[in-house]
């Protein structure tokens, strides 16, 4: 079986790591770095709710 090229590039260093020092890091970098983690908990939320919907739609059918 054939390896993708994707395979051998080591995976991208995440933009923010949870508890890193953050020393070395200016301000600009922390506003984008808030940014983003303001959009990914956005994208948590919107998932949780798609699938507490789902979850609820499921326990309709399987009450009647």
């Known amino acids: ?3 993708d090229a ?3 590039r080591p995976a991208p260093k995440p933009r923010h790591a949870i508890g ?6 200016s301000v600009d ?5 808030i940014a983003a983690l303001h959009e990914e908990v956005a994208r948590l939320e919107a998932e949780v709710a798609r699938k507490q919907a789902s979850r609820s739609a499921a326990d309709a059918v399987f009450r009647r």
């Open 20 to 25: 890193e020092p953050l020393d070395a890091v």
């Open 1 to 3: 079986m054939a390896r």
């Open 29 to 33: 970098e922390l506003r984008e770095r």
């Open 6 to 8: 994707a395979e051998d």
